[in-house]
Structures are given as C-alpha cells and as structure tokens.
C-alpha cells in the first residue's frame, strides 16, 4: 500500500461519583450518543440504575425515558460478545414497549421508536412506514436537538438534498459537532478533486462533511457516501442515478465470502466510474485488503487510482496551500464531543509524517520544527507519544548519518 498506517487508541477515563465529606454519591447525569460522548460500560451500568429510579418515581418523565433508552442503547452498543448484545437489544425493545404505554404517542415515545426500528436495510415502503415515527416526532417538537439529525438523515435517504442540507444549517447552528470536527470537516473537503465521491463510515466522519457543505456553501460538488446507508437498495439506486451511474442491486449473502466479493463489486462500481473516488481515513479498514496498492494517502482521505500517483506532492500542497490548521493549536470553544474531535485529529499523523520526513529530507528546517510541534500535541491527545518520538527520532538520526 502506497501509505504509512499508524494505529492510535482513543481512551477515556470516565466518572459517576461525586465525593461529599469523603463518600461517594451516584449522580444522575445527561446520556449522549457515543458518537458524541464515548464512556466506560460501568458508568452506563450506573445511569441505567439511577434513570429507572427516577422512573419508578413517575413513569411520565421524558427526560428520564430518553436518558434510560441511551444506556442501555450505549451498553447493546458496546456489548462485547453476542450474548450481552441481545440481552440489551431485548432490554431496548422492553424500554419502547413500556414507554408507549406509559406515554402514548408522545414526543419520547415517537423518538424512541424511530430510533429503535429506524430505517434498514429493508423495503423503501417499510423504511417509509418507520419514517412516520419520526415525522410524528417532529410534529410534536419540530426544534427538538435530539431529532435534528436524524431528519437531515431521513431527507438524505429521500435524496433530497435542499431539505438534507436544511437540517444540516440547524446542526451548525445549535452547535451540535465540536467546531474541530467542522473543521476536520472542511478539510478532507477540500483536498479532493472536483465532483469527486467520499466514502465515509459513521455519523461524525458523514455529518461534517454534510453540515460544512450546507452551512458554508463549500464543495458542494463533492459526494458523500456513507457505507451503511448506502446499503438500502432505493436509496443507493436514486444516488446512482442522480450521479450517471448504472443501477446495482447487491445479492443476498450466507458466507463470509460471498459477502466479500459482493462488498468488491460493490466498490469497483464506484472506483471504476466516472467520478474521482477517495475514503476517508475514518473508514479505510474495509478497503485495504482487496484494494490497498490502488489506495493512495492523500492526507485525511486515500484517493482511489488505477495509475500510480505522485501522493507525496499532494498531501504537500493539502497542507500548505488548502487545509486551515490553527484550530490543532487551540480551541477556544466547549462542546460535549471536543474528545471526539481530539480522535478525529489522530486522522492526520500518517499524512503529517510523510510530510515531516519530505521537510528532514529537504531541510527545510522552520516548517519541520513548525509541523512537530502539531505531530506531538495531536500524538498527546491520542496516546502515540512513545510511537511518534520513536519515529521521529528515527527520521532526523537517518537524516544525520546518511549511507
């Protein structure tokens, strides 16, 4: 493969207890998204406990219905063997029975049951039917944070985009991504090619892009192309078509590899097409194995080509003449998902060391010194300090003592 991989972990240490005169006091505190927040299982473990309490309390407190729902979504989610999976999938499906019955047809019953049954990979008429949830929702508290981007999801599933982008400007403006996540967003925007298709993998990695596309009119012209939605046949067929692409309909699967050679048609649709095609670096795990040595890194994106490419020049130019990097330095804002933006940051060490390494090689001593100090903050954030000071070190010793 024509690019430097380094693995980097994301860690975070989590707390519910308060202490008060040396005991520690359980508190109730706001569940978010892991997409967003990201804790240890035993802290979801103790808000599960405290939320139904409250419930128990009064079985019509909203707040307490959505909180209880989040974790145990969070612990299904983080489940690791399939057995604690479905406990917690049968535990979600119990929290949307009781909550219709305690609160029928409102706004936390709607949302609860869009967010359990939701779209799949089903029919465009059982999509539409579980639609309604959500519209229903949205009827009842159309400004609601908590819908807002599951509607900019829905309008891009309709491939409709002027109402996709509508919610993607209410996102913007509620603050709902850490501004290094809009950031981030931007960035991997602007080093593609003109009308050129990204391939992206979960909710961060799409919604940043979408939302600084909308709210700052930038690079529209780009595609992004979440790897689970694209999976709903009707929704991809309408996205082909409105590209100029041939429709594809993706047989069943029963092994692992008829999933693999499915999932290899699928991807060369796209690559062999008319359109530049690129993955994020969030999401280039499910395309190493069959298509690494035509993966070329760019900086936070691998650009797909047939022909070898020059990468080294482009990620180069992306750095110096299009990315905008003041927000590496600081951030002067909070949001709730600023440590999710700081594992967003990681994307840019394999792009940054190549660049280093063209700077040693150069001597081009002031941006080399400039660039380090960007390469050990970002390897702070995300726990590679012991990898990244090794490589460097190793860089300006071969730099020294030449062959």
Not at 23 to 31: A, D, R, S, Y
Not at 122 to 148: F, G, H, V, Y
């Amino acid at each position: 493969m024509k690019h430097l991989l380094i693995g980097f972990t994301f860690l975070i240490a989590s707390h519910t207890f308060s202490q008060k005169d040396g005991v520690l006091i359980q508190k109730l505190e706001t569940v978010y998204s892991i997409a967003k927040e990201k804790k240890e299982p035993s802290w979801y473990e103790t808000q599960v406990k405290l939320w139904k309490a409250e419930l128990d309390k009064n079985n019509k407190n909203g707040e307490a219905w959505i909180n209880y729902y989040r974790a145990n979504r969070a612990l299904r989610n983080l489940a690791p063997t399939e057995e604690e999976r479905t406990k917690w999938y049968s535990q979600c499906k119990s929290i949307h029975e009781q909550v219709w019955k305690a609160m029928p047809k409102s706004f936390e019953a709607y949302f609860i049951q869009y967010s359990e049954n939701g779209f799949h990979d089903s029919s465009e008429n059982e999509n539409q039917l579980r639609a309604q949830d959500l519209l229903n929702a949205q009827a009842l508290r159309p400004d609601d944070p908590l819908i807002q981007d599951l509607l900019m999801i829905h309008y891009e599933l309709q491939n409709d985009p002027e109402k996709r982008n509508l919610y993607a400007k209410r996102l913007f403006e509620i603050n709902e991504l850490p501004v290094g996540m809009l950031n981030w967003g931007y960035n991997i925007l602007s080093e593609l090619d003109e009308n050129a298709i990204l391939f992206t993998y979960g909710d961060n990695d799409t919604y940043a892009p979408w939302i600084v596309q909308a709210a700052k009119n930038f690079r529209k012209d780009v595609t992004i192309i979440n790897l689970h939605l694209i999976n709903i046949d009707g929704y991809r067929n309408g996205l082909l078509k409105k590209l100029g692409y041939e429709p594809l309909i993706l047989e069943e699967t029963k092994t692992e590899e008829e999933a693999k050679a499915v999932s290899k048609k699928f991807y060369e649709h796209f690559f062999k097409g008319k359109r530049p095609a690129y993955v994020s670096a969030s999401a280039i795990n499910g395309f190493e194995e069959v298509f690494g040595d035509k993966l070329y890194l760019t900086g936070l994106a691998y650009k797909y080509s047939e022909s070898s490419i020059d990468n080294n020049a482009i990620i180069r130019r992306n750095y110096e003449k299009r990315y905008l990097l003041d927000y590496l330095k600081d951030v002067f804002s909070y949001n709730i998902g600023n440590l999710k933006a700081e594992y967003f940051n990681g994307m840019y060490l394999p792009s940054m060391i190549k660049l280093y390494q063209q700077y040693n090689e150069s001597e081009e001593t002031v941006k080399k010194q400039e660039l380090e100090i960007l390469l050990l903050k970002i390897a702070e954030q995300n726990n590679q300090q012991k990898q990244i000071n090794e490589l460097l070190s190793t860089m300006k010793s071969n730099s020294s003592n030449p062959q």
